[in-house]
C-alpha cells in the first residue's frame, strides 16, 4: 500500500529534550515535506526536500533541523524544543513539484512540550 | 507571496443539505492549481478535489463541486446531499509551477446536523 508513515503519533516531552519525528514513504517519490498545523493558522511548511541531500527552508524553519540521507527517509529533529513548537506536525510527499502533484500526507504527530 | 484566505471558520448544514466553503487567493501568476482537502477528526490530510486555473470548467467529484472564478480569484467547494461522514475541518490550497510547497487557508470546520 502507498503510504507516509510518521512516528511516533503522539509525544509529550519536556523542554529542552531532544526528539526526532521519524517520516517514511514507500512510492518513491523525490519530493517532501513537513509542516505544522496550528488553530486559525492552517497549515505552514518547516522544510523541504528535492532529493536525496537537497533540503531548503520553508516559512517557519526556526528552532527545527531535517536531513535526506536516503530518498524514502526525511526524518524531522528538535534540538531543543521549547512549548511554541507544540503542535501537530504532517509529513507530505510527491512525485515533484510539478503544481498538479498530489501530496501525500501522512497521519501527523501531535506534539506537546511542557 | 501568494495567500489563501478562508473567512468562515465555522459552518453548519442539515444533513442531506448543501452548504458552500469560500476560498479567495492571491496571486500574480497565470498558470497554478487549486486543492480542497478534507482533515476528518483522524487528522489524516485527504484530497478532495483540484482545479488547474488554465481549464474553464470547473472539477467535479461525486457530490463535490468547485465554482472557479479565476477573474475574482475565488474557489469555492460546494458539497450536495450533505452526509454525517462530511463533518471535518476543510483546507483551501494553491500550489504554482515548481513552487516548493502548497499554501493553505486557515479551514474552515465543517458541522453536519443530524
Known amino acids: 500500500e502507498a503510504q507516509v508513515t510518521q512516528n511516533p503519533r503522539y509525544l509529550i516531552t519536556v523542554t529542552g529534550k531532544k526528539l526526532t519525528v521519524t517520516c517514511s514513504q514507500n512510492m518513491n517519490h523525490e519530493y517532501m515535506s513537513w509542516y505544522r498545523q496550528d488553530p486559525g493558522l492552517g497549515l505552514r511548511q518547516i522544510y523541504y526536500s528535492m532529493n536525496v541531500e537537497v533540503t531548503d527552508k520553508g516559512d517557519v524553519p526556526e528552532g527545527y533541523k531535517v536531513s535526506r540521507k536516503e530518498k524514502r527517509n526525511f526524518p524531522l529533529i528538535l534540538e531543543s524544543p521549547s512549548p511554541n513548537q507544540t503542535s501537530l506536525y504532517f509529513c507530505?510527499?510527491?512525485?515533484?513539484?510539478?503544481?498538479?502533484?498530489?501530496?501525500?500526507f501522512g497521519p501527523g504527530t501531535r506534539l506537546t512540550v511542557l | 507571496a501568494q495567500t489563501v484566505t478562508q473567512s468562515q471558520p465555522e459552518m453548519s448544514v442539515q444533513e442531506a443539505e448543501t452548504v458552500t466553503l469560500s476560498c479567495t487567493y492571491d496571486?500574480?501568476?497565470?498558470?497554478?492549481?487549486l486543492f480542497w482537502y478534507k482533515q476528518p477528526p483522524s487528522r489524516q490530510m485527504i484530497l478532495v478535489i483540484r482545479?488547474?486555473?488554465?481549464?474553464?470548467q470547473n472539477a467535479t467529484e461525486n457530490r463535490f463541486s468547485v465554482n472557479f472564478q479565476k477573474a475574482a480569484k475565488s474557489f469555492s467547494l460546494k458539497i450536495s446531499d450533505s452526509q454525517l461522514g462530511d463533518a471535518a475541518m476543510y483546507f483551501c490550497a494553491y500550489n504554482d509551477f515548481g513552487n516548493e510547497k502548497l499554501t493553505f487557508g486557515t479551514g474552515t470546520r465543517l458541522t453536519i446536523i443530524p
Open positions: 482545479q488547474e486555473a488554465y481549464k474553464q
Open positions: 496571486t500574480s501568476e497565470s498558470d497554478y492549481y
Open positions: 507530505a510527499s510527491s512525485f515533484s513539484l510539478a503544481g498538479d502533484n498530489e501530496q501525500f
